[in-house]
């Protein structure tokens, strides 16, 4: 099930980053902001009581004249109305309403997309409540008073947004036993030539079905009499026309697709080599504990010798290091070379995602590597794993007990994950710890 995906617009200067700070910090809920993003700052995952949601800060509005206030405007609302589920637009009522507003207002009120209208910078509802009212002739809906400097009517704000959410499709896609791939990466390395030569060789494409929650096309394809269910994080690119932006929004479409996958298949150029934002973007997939393919592709117009893809793979893993679980794939979109594996190296990371193992087995792996490497110790008091279980599946979660949790250093941790993807693969999929403090009796 994917999280739904919240927007924050409005002209510059009206408190739009101060709201997504307050949301997003810990005053109010959760959280983290997405390794390998956090310098960009452009998204947070978040949740209010018991929703949890994905929250997009369309800042970077700097115009230096009306037209351009207008034109940019519009470009950053189309993107969050591409991308989002419920739009919060938000207005100053010290400025009081302007044109700009106006413009973006109508845009919204044309666009399907549900908005909630809220009012910055209302300190004091007696002194600010009568201006409120002059938002209603934006004519989308009731304006709701809020200051994010004092976090007032942010509860109210949330408790509005979050009442929006489709419950419906998310349980749609709970239900949905297919196996769902996100086909992520840079504009322009191949993803939705992949997905055409699959459809095209297979000649077999079942329907295109609009995604649950956003703009993004779920295309059924079926391989060997099994569906698989390929999400394109390209549909949305084509409709917008932004250039400087397409590349920090690439992160976002990313973000809403590998929500709803199993697996992402990270596309890379394989002229252009793997690059930061390549990175970024694999770090969403592992953050979210999903199965990582990572595809090579034109990998047919590469000048090659017996050596090179060796070499190619060798400066893959170390940039993506952070990821050493991942499979990787040389292709192309164009001629279809290697393209049919993609099949099989899905049904095996599918499985290894949803992979079971039995406690008694597991803790036998456990102590096998225990006696192999003795545990840290500190200042005289060592370590002790107790009992180990799993937890959850996609991705395989355990639980480790010991007696003190500030002994398990992290470099411990992962030779556990080592030992226990010797035993058991885990190929394509990440591994989480849980370590519980648990008295020695």
């Not at 994917?2 to 997003?24: D, H, M, Q, Y």
């Not at 910090?25 to 978040?46: E, N, Q, W």
């Amino acid at each position: 099930m994917g999280k739904p995906v919240v927007a924050v617009i409005g002209r510059p200067n009206v408190g739009k980053s101060t709201l997504f700070n307050v949301i997003a910090g810990d005053s109010i809920s959760i959280v983290k902001d997405t390794p390998g993003v956090t310098r960009d700052r452009i998204y947070a995952d978040c949740n209010w009581l018991d929703m949890n949601f994905t929250l997009i800060d369309t800042g970077g509005i700097e115009p230096e004249s009306t037209d351009i206030i207008l034109s940019q405007m519009r470009q950053q609302a189309q993107i969050a109305i591409d991308n989002a589920d419920v739009i919060i637009f938000m207005t100053d009522v010290r400025q009081g309403l302007v044109d700009a507003d106006l413009k973006v207002a109508d845009m919204l009120r044309r666009s399907r997309k549900t908005v909630v209208l809220a009012v910055n910078k209302v300190d004091s509802i007696q002194k600010f409540g009568n201006d409120v009212y002059e938002f209603y002739n934006m004519g989308i809906g009731d304006p709701m008073p809020i200051s994010a400097a004092s976090r007032l009517g942010i509860g109210d704000l949330l408790d509005a947004v979050c009442s929006h959410f489709d419950k419906a499709s998310a349980l749609q896609d709970i239900q949905d036993d297919r196996p769902k791939i996100a086909i992520i990466g840079k504009p322009n390395v191949g993803k939705s030539s992949i997905i055409n030569k699959l459809i095209g060789t297979s000649r077999v494409i079942v329907s295109d079905i609009a995604g649950t929650t956003r703009d993004a096309i779920d295309t059924v394809i079926v391989h060997n009499k099994k569906e698989y269910v390929f999400i394109d994080t390209a549909g949305i690119r084509r409709k917008s026309k932004i250039k400087e932006e397409l590349e920090r929004y690439s992160i976002i479409r990313a973000v809403t697709a590998v929500e709803r996958a199993d697996v992402s298949i990270l596309v890379i150029d394989a002229l252009e080599g793997v690059s930061e934002q390549d990175a970024k973007i694999a770090g969403i997939a592992h953050d979210r504990g999903k199965g990582v393919i990572v595809a090579v592709n034109k990998w047919d117009l590469v000048t090659k010798d017996n050596k090179t893809m060796n070499e190619h793979l060798s400066n893959l893993k170390r940039i993506l290091s952070f990821i050493p679980y991942a499979e990787y794939i040389f292709i192309s979109a164009v001629s279809g070379q290697r393209l049919y594996k993609l099949f099989d190296l899905i049904d095996m990371v599918v499985a290894n995602h949803a992979l079971r193992i039995q406690t008694g087995v597991l803790n036998e792996i456990i102590s096998e590597a225990v006696v192999l490497q003795q545990p840290p110790s500190d200042k005289g008091k060592r370590l002790k794993i107790f009992y180990s279980t799993q937890a959850a599946v996609k991705p395989p979660t355990f639980v480790v007990f010991v007696n003190n949790k500030e002994l398990m250093h992290f470099s411990y941790v992962r030779y556990l994950e080592n030992k226990i993807r010797e035993a058991f693969g885990f190929r394509g999929v990440p591994i989480r710890f849980i370590i519980r403090e648990r008295q020695d009796k």
